[in-house]
């Protein structure tokens, strides 16, 4: 199939089956994301209580777990739904944000990932040196490096846990063992807001949660940012109209 039949048909799949996406995500940009997640056609759902997170899981197409805010009943909801995806066979991405900034981030990245494989790990540079246990190059929860810098450990990490690993920047890789597909399309406006990197990946929750091919899922979501993202730079005077232009832009795939 080509690139352009492949960005259609998933993008149509994601439209006509609105897929439900449960997200258990962080403060600084639960809106956004589940805005995100609308604009492209699919039906977001933030959840966290332990009370609920299998019920939502067992309902839902896909899962996406972000650590981005953690706190310990957050990441007991992230462990009992991660449970349950793997119990049911659900797709989830999993986002490490700031992976390698503090003892918590890395050991709860590594329970998570112990607790079951995340279909797809969706991270920035450094964020995926730090949890293939490369260098930790960690600023927060921005990158210091460029994505290219981490494809050796994306691909360790995709072999150790035959999954797929997603790199993301001005060249996003999307790697899956020796598989791997590269977008340089996107518009640098986007490191200039917080929570693209977060959006990406409930992209490729909305993305893997109509399509079974995992590897093709999260490429089609890396293209659906690189196209909006460009899009929305063309009509934007900085990065405020930009947020909003890239919703828009979503919306007009
Ligand atoms: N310098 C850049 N040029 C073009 N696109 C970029 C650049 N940096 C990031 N992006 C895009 O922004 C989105 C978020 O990536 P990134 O900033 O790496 O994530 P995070 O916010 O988790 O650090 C991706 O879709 C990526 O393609
Ligand atoms: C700033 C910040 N702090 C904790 S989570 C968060 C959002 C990070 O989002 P992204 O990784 O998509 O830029
Ligand atoms: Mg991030």
Redesign the pocket.
């Known amino acids: 199939m080509s690139e352009n039949n492949a960005f259609n048909k998933v993008l149509e799949q994601i439209r006509t089956q609105s897929p439900l996406v449960h997200n258990i995500t962080n403060y600084v940009v639960m809106n956004n994301t589940a805005n995100a997640l609308l604009a492209i056609g699919a039906s977001p759902v933030m959840a966290h209580a332990v009370e609920e997170v299998e019920d939502i899981v067992t309902i839902s197409s896909s899962l996406v777990i972000n650590m981005g805010t953690l706190s310990k009943k957050w990441v007991e909801a992230m462990i009992l739904s991660a449970a349950k995806a793997k119990e049911l066979n659900k797709p989830f991405v999993f986002?490490p944000?700031g992976v390698g900034a503090s003892k918590y981030r890395s050991e709860t990245a590594q329970k998570i990932i112990e607790t079951a494989t995340p279909s797809v790990i969706r991270?920035?540079?450094s964020?995926i040196m730090a949890l293939a246990q490369v260098t930790n190059s960690t600023k927060g929860?921005?990158?210091t490096v460029a994505?290219d810098a981490a494809v050796s450990a994306a691909q360790s990490l995709s072999k150790q846990l035959n999954n797929t690993v997603v790199i993301?920047?001005?060249t996003?890789y999307i790697i899956t063992n020796d598989t791997i597909s590269k977008?340089t399309d996107?518009?640098?406006m986007?490191?200039k807001i917080?929570?693209?990197?977060?959006?990406?990946t409930a992209m490729v929750g909305a993305c893997i949660g109509v399509e079974a091919d995992i590897h093709l899922a999260s490429t089609v979501a890396?293209q659906i940012?690189?196209k909006a993202?460009n899009m929305a730079a063309d009509l934007s005077a900085g990065p405020g109209s930009f947020q909003m232009n890239f919703l828009d832009s979503l919306y007009k795939l």
């Open positions: 986002d944000v991270g920035n540079a964020e929860v921005d990158s994505s993301s920047g001005a996003d977008i996107s518009d640098s986007m490191s917080t929570g693209m990197g977060c959006t990406a890396m940012m690189g993202g």
